[in-house]
């Protein structure tokens, strides 16, 4: 288990710091991840890598030359968020635009694609590539929907070793395109990881058994099966992946044995040895492989096989020099550059607030109060909602909420300490929950808050039915951003039937707060009811069989957060 920290909720903080002071001559950290430390060509397309931390070499460790230009830095196993990553690409740009690339997972997905918008907003030609290298996560006809896991690096390392060689940016979106689609992996666990602080391992493998199909968020497989011997594992990874060989490919290929964090590097190369032979007998060339940790999962035992079907140009690239704090090649040309402050980039802010009036201002003082409330449940909770989430997920959804509700909190307070409204209020939580928690649900509550505080505005106490009209909104913009639909297992399918019970209700002439209060139960069901549906969306979806019988995280604490600003109109007396 990962035994070593020191405030589990600040540990990839204090990971940071420790990675950039014993890489100073590699890389600067600037809000929301890493940088070079030296200034790039004028003119340079960039590459950004991204996505949770507890992956390391991936991803702030192939920071550097012939490889990538930054790194957004998220929470374990959760996607930064959209202004992190544009903070970091803002860092990286020099002029030539930026390719920004993760593993293909809903969160990561989410928050880079609005960063892109962001950064398009002002200026920047900004790209987005998720990879799909993951054979096990869905069909041959949809590897749109596969996970990204060990293949991230030949992809990340192809498009940035063409950034390095001059190529513009839609030569580099071009190769990391080519790249993707030539890529393939398998893997296998023997044992699942721990966060930080946990007492029990996301999950566990039965004894004499392994997992197949796994994730690098901590998620078990698809399968079990029988623990093999090295040349039997080798013997399945080599044939599972060579059986998706893309079409028109030739026989040179690149290709990575990777450790996810337990496994001891003599085993690989056991392993290792029984692969490369069962490769060379079907006909491959293999060049420059690589056997080691690159992407790992935290502690998780186990390994997994990339291959990438090489062309001339793949394979000039793949081959390129490149120098990283974790991963060095050949002979990187001394490098001339100015090194960067640490202060590259300064965060956009406005600090002016839309006026307000004094009832406004009262409602917001209420949305804080909610707030503080929600922040305290969701840490009594975490464990709990930890727990569930890793049935079919990483296991980081408790912590999510509770980094979320707390800034959420403590920018409602500094909202209202400034005279703000309503939607004043809701528009910094909405900021800071999205900018804090990361991940799918962090940039989800972000979009509902500011939707809500949207329709709420900042003048006046809002009636009846603006309240069931606002809540509506908040349900609408999680649709629109998640691109999930009622039934795929996600908070949606506790949100709807709430946000319905008050439309019903205050239609019928109900006050808004008895209808809130009664439309918790309906909540509550929903949220329970979850545990019979499938998912059908997001990185859960290849561990639909195993999340049957346990309901959705989100679900759960949706219901859990309208049951807490419940509480506020009875127990203790509070009212808008």
Request: aromatic share 6%.
């Amino acid at each position: 288990m990962t035994k070593l920290f020191n405030d589990p909720s600040s540990f990839m903080e204090d990971m940071l710091d420790g990675f950039l002071d014993a890489n100073a001559r590699y890389v600067v950290g600037v809000p929301g991840g890493v940088v070079r430390a030296t200034e790039t060509p004028q003119g340079k397309a960039a590459v950004v890598v991204g996505g949770g931390s507890g992956h390391y070499p991936a991803f702030c460790g192939v920071v550097g030359r012939g490889f990538a230009d930054g790194a957004v830095v998220g929470n374990i196993f959760t996607s930064p968020s959209a202004d992190d990553a544009a903070s970091v690409a803002r860092a990286a740009d020099n002029g030539g635009g930026v390719l920004l690339t993760t593993g293909n997972y809903a969160g990561d997905v989410m928050n880079f694609g609005l960063a892109v918008q962001k950064l398009r907003s002002e200026g920047i030609d900004a790209r987005y590539l998720a990879v799909t290298d993951d054979i096990a996560s869905a069909p041959k006809d949809q590897i749109a929907k596969r996970r990204g896991i060990a293949g991230d690096f030949t992809v990340f390392r192809c498009a940035s070793a063409a950034a390095d060689s001059g190529y513009d940016m839609d030569g580099v979106e071009r190769v990391g395109i080519a790249a993707n689609d030539a890529t393939r992996t398998l893997g296998v666990a023997f044992d699942g990881c721990t966060m930080p602080g946990a007492a029990d391992p996301l999950f566990t493998v039965a004894q004499g058994t392994m997992d197949l199909g796994l994730g690098i968020h901590g998620e078990p497989g698809v399968s079990s099966h029988a623990m093999p011997t090295a040349s039997e594992l080798a013997e399945l990874l080599v044939d599972g992946v060579l059986a998706e060989k893309p079409a028109g490919s030739g026989n040179r290929i690149a290709v990575i044995l990777n450790g996810l964090g337990r496994t001891k590097y003599e085993e690989l190369f056991v392993v290792w040895s029984g692969a490369a032979a069962r490769l060379r007998d079907a006909g491959y060339t293999i060049v420059d492989p690589e056997v080691g940790e690159l992407v790992t999962s935290l502690d998780m035992a186990g390994c997994s096989l990339t291959v990438m079907w090489l062309d001339d140009e793949l394979e000039r690239l793949w081959t390129s020099p490149a120098d990283t704090p974790a991963y060095r090649k050949g002979i990187v040309d001394a490098d001339a550059g100015q090194r960067r402050s640490s202060d590259a980039v300064a965060a956009v802010d406005d600090d002016t607030l839309p006026e307000s009036d004094e009832s406004s201002r009262g409602c917001g003082t209420f949305v804080a109060a909610s707030l503080k409330a929600l922040a305290e449940r969701m840490a009594d909770a975490e464990d709990e909602l930890g727990r569930i989430d890793a049935v079919a997920g990483d296991g980081d959804h408790g912590r999510g909420m509770v980094k979320g509700t707390a800034a959420g909190s403590k920018a409602a307070d500094e909202a209202v300490s400034r005279r703000g409204g309503a939607g004043s209020v809701l528009a910094a939580a909405g900021s800071a929950w999205a900018a804090k928690a990361g991940g799918t649900s962090g940039v989800l509550w972000g979009a509902a808050l500011t939707a809500i505080g949207n329709r709420l505005g900042n003048k006046g106490t809002p009636d009846d039915r603006a309240v069931a009209e606002a809540l509506r909104a908040g349900y609408d913009a999680l649709t629109s951003l998640g691109g999930a639909a009622l039934g795929d297992k996600t908070m949606l399918d506790a949100f709807d039937p709430f946000v319905g019970a008050i439309e019903k209700s205050v239609a019928g002439g109900n006050e808004w707060r008895t209808a809130w209060t009664d439309a918790v139960v309906v909540a509550r069901t929903a949220a329970d009811d979850t545990a019979e549906l499938r998912p059908r969306v997001g990185r859960a979806r290849p561990l639909a069989e195993k999340s049957v019988g346990t309901p959705d995280a989100g679900a759960i604490s949706l219901a859990m957060c309208v049951a807490t600003v419940a509480e506020l109109f009875t127990t203790r007396g509070l009212r808008s």
